[in-house]
Every structure is written in C-alpha cells, then in structure tokens.
C-alpha cells in the first residue's frame, strides 16, 4: 500500500519524565487516516501531523457508535529492537468486529502496514525505562453527515500512537475485585464478543460504583443468569483450580483477548491443563472453600497479566493465594513480558520486528 506521508513541522517535545507517562494521555506527532466511500472503497491512506478531526455534528459514530478500535503495544526491545506482539490477531479481530457492526472490512495486511509505517515513522517516541511501551490505537469511526440509524457509507480508518508508563511501576501486584451483580457487559448475540466502542459505554457505571466501594475492577457475571463468570474489567480472566486452569469459553459474549489465546497456549506448551467452559460463581466459591482455588488473574495487553488478591461477591470475601502473587501468574507474565521486550526467544514467532 503506498501511504501519503506530510510530515510534521512542529514537532512536540517528548516526554522526559517517563516514570509520569500514565496511559494513553500524550499522543505522537503523527496518525494514520484512510477514508472509505461507498463505490470507491478504501482510499487515500495517508500519515499526517496528530491534530483535531473536523466532523459534521451529525456523524454517525456521534450518535450511533458504529465504532471498533484494536489495542495493542509497540515494544523498544532489551537488544533495541521494536517489536509488535501478535499484531496480525488484532488485524483480524478488528475486521471481526467490523463484520458486526456493519462496517466494510479492511485488508489485514494493509492495516498492518500502516501500523508499521506509523510506528517507524514515530519510533522516537517510544520509551526507553523499563515496563513502559507505545500504545497503538487503530479504529473505524462511521462519519455520514446523518442522523438517521443505518450502517455507514463513509467512514474513516485511523491509528493513533501513544507512549505509555509502566503498568506496575512498583511490580506486580494483586487486585481486589467486586463481582458484579447488578449491570452486565453484554449478552449473547450482543457485542460483548468486539472491540466496539458501544461496549465501554455500558460498563462505566459498574466500573465507577466499584471503585467507589474500593475495588479494584469488576469481576462480569453472563447478562442472562448473571451466575457464569464472563471477563473481569476489560480483561479475560483465568483461575488455577486442581483440576487445572479455567477460563471462560468464547460463547459469543466475551471478547477473545490475544493475551488470552497466548496464555492458553504457553501453558499447554509448559504441559499445564487448560480447560475453556462456564464456570460459575457458585462453582468458584465452593473450589474456594473447599481450598481448590490456588490463583486467580485477569490477562490483557495493557497489564499482561493481572493477579487477583481478592473477590468480593455479596458478603463473601475470597481472599486468594493470601492476596499474593501466584507462582503460574508470575512465570506467565515473565515470560510474555520477556518475549514482549526480546529478554528471552520467541520460540512461537509471536513477535513482528520493525
Ligand atoms: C481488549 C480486551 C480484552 C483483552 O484483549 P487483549 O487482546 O488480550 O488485549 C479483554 N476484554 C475486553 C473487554 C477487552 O476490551
């Protein structure tokens, strides 16, 4: 694909402080833009200086957030190489869930390249310190100047860049987490299985009230039953049971993390059982008092893995692993980090070198 590049005249100072970066809040000198219109397809790709959109208020996405984004890190290897995680998957997520919402697909391969050509082209701006990495934000906005609800005959394709702090500055470290049972995510046959916009909004309530009791993050239960045990804030999640590892199986409500394919995969390679099928709460709560429950994470690109101390359901309390960090969390995200940032061999060719 040949890209249109206007480069940036005013470049901004980068951020020197990188223990400050915090997430997704600086954003590079550059993004990627590619228009669609009906009849012509995709078209125009083009890398342009960072700056405001100019919208008709009556865009689509405004009003009907026919929207899907992707997110995923660019990583400034030990030997200082950039390096992509499994980008191809988030490519092909991406069209999944533009196929949802109506939206044309992109060319994987296209979409890809833009990224590579972005990030190149800001390469500066990716940290240096320990644990930190740049965030890339691809996503489809449905811009017809039209407020009335059908799928969209023009939108626009754009990647944005941004450096982002360490997750753990001080190490990894356990979460405690609130088992919602009032708001659901999403249910069957909704969008709970896309990376859409539309999702966000409706888990911000559950997610404010928890913080507010002093949670963590939620821990989402199926929207029909409210009983089987589906992601926990926006990651997937995993428990460590005797009878080996459970997650969540992908029935149409949960989104299918690549973290969560890695994680599956790592530990069948390392021999660990990994079963996907429902689990419910009161299934979990019954391993936990019958001492079955030996760890408990959450695992997504922005944390890798996220160990969970705590799960608070009604007035039970689980405290798991003594809140501590379990042994199978901290050597799965040793090693996804290693390999994130070239410490130790890709053996499974995950990674995509700038
Ligand atoms: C992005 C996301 C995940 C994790 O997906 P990764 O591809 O591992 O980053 C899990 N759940 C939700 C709701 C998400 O938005």
């Known amino acids: 694909m040949k890209i249109r590049i206007e480069k940036n005249q005013n470049p901004k100072p980068k951020p020197q402080d990188e223990s400050k970066l915090g997430f997704g809040k600086i954003f590079t000198d550059h993004m990627f833009i590619m ?195 589906e992601e926990v804030g926006t990651m997937n999640v995993f428990f460590v049971l005797e009878e080996g590892v459970v997650t969540p199986s992908l029935d149409g409500s949960i989104l299918p993390g690549i973290t969560r394919m890695s994680v599956i995969e790592l530990l069948r390679s390392w021999g660990v059982a990994v079963t996907q099928r429902k689990i419910s709460i009161d299934e979990l709560e019954s391993a936990y008092k019958a001492g079955k429950l030996i760890e408990a994470f959450g695992s997504g690109t922005a944390a890798v893995i996220s160990p969970i101390g705590s799960l608070c359901s009604g007035t039970d309390k689980m405290i798991i692993n003594r809140g501590e960090i379990g042994e199978l969390s901290r050597k799965l995200y040793d090693r996804l980090t290693g390999i994130q940032w070239g410490r130790v061999p890709d053996t499974f060719g995950w990674t995509v070198e700038l």
Not at 49 to 73: D, I, R, T
Not at 204 to 226: H, P, S, Y
């Open 35 to 229: 228009n669609y219109d009906e009849g012509e397809g995709w078209h125009d790709p083009r890398i342009v200086p960072y700056a405001p959109l100019k919208l008709e208020p009556s865009a689509m996405c405004l009003h009907y957030a026919q929207e899907a984004f992707e997110g995923l890190k660019a990583y400034r290897g030990v030997d200082g190489k950039i390096r992509l995680f499994r980008p191809d998957k988030n490519m092909a997520r991406l069209n999944s869930s533009n196929a949802r919402l109506c939206a044309p697909l992109l060319s994987e391969k296209d979409a890809l390249d833009a990224i590579k050509q972005l990030v190149a082209m800001d390469a500066d701006w990716i940290p240096r310190a320990q644990g930190t990495s740049l965030y890339i934000r691809p996503f489809v906005i449905g811009i017809d100047p039209m407020v009335g609800v059908h799928p969209a005959r023009h939108l626009l394709f754009m990647i944005i860049l941004s450096p982002v702090g360490a997750y753990y500055p001080e190490g990894l470290n356990p979460v405690s987490i609130f088992v919602e049972n009032e708001y659901v995510r999403s249910v069957r046959g909704c969008l709970g299985h896309t990376k859409a916009a539309a999702n966000y909004a409706a888990s911000l309530k559950a997610q404010e009230e928890a913080v507010q009791k002093g949670f963590t993050q939620v821990l989402w239960l199926d929207g029909v039953q409210r009983k089987y045990i």
